[in-house]
Nanobody, 130 residues
Framework: QLQLVESGGGSVQPGGSLRLSCEAS????????VAWYRQVPGNEREAVIC????????QSTDSVEGRFTISRDNAKMTVSLQMSDLKPEDTAVYFC???????????????????????WGQGTQVTVSS
């Protein structure tokens, strides 16, 4: 059974950077598309960036384009999220999510009916504040 554990969250000032890591155990992430979702209390969770399982093609939302990058290291069974030029609106709990069949494009659909993601980590808090 695949299990995911996020790390690297914390507090940072606007304009700062953070790197989140998602470590897999039980199975390799090589055959999964992996997305980072975020959720603010009272709001639905949303995908912000995703890496495809077959070709490592990445997609992201306009809100993080050019600031967030995602990468994977199959040997280390990790997926990383590098976040730079952080803004207060990036404050959220960030989740690492693995999907075995669906494409990344589906991750960006309304989660209330897409239900993308077979496996979820427990989440890590990111707070951007001065």
């Amino acid at each position: 059974q695949l299990q995911l554990v996020e790390s690297g969250g914390g507090s940072v000032q606007p304009g700062g950077s953070l790197r989140l890591s998602c470590e897999a155990s039980g199975k390799s992430l090589e055959h999964y598309s992996v997305a980072w979702y975020r959720q603010v209390p009272g709001n639905e969770r949303e995908a912000v960036i995703c890496i495809e399982r077959d070709d490592d093609y990445t997609q992201s939302t306009d809100s993080v384009e050019g600031r967030f990058t995602i990468s994977r290291d199959n040997a280390k069974m990790t997926v990383s999220l590098q976040m730079s030029d952080l803004k207060p609106e990036d404050t959220a709990v960030y989740f690492c999510v693995a999907e075995g069949t669906g494409p990344c494009a589906a991750a960006f659909l309304d989660f209330r009916w897409s239900r993308w993601g077979d496996h979820w980590g427990q989440g890590t808090q990111v707070t951007v504040s001065s």
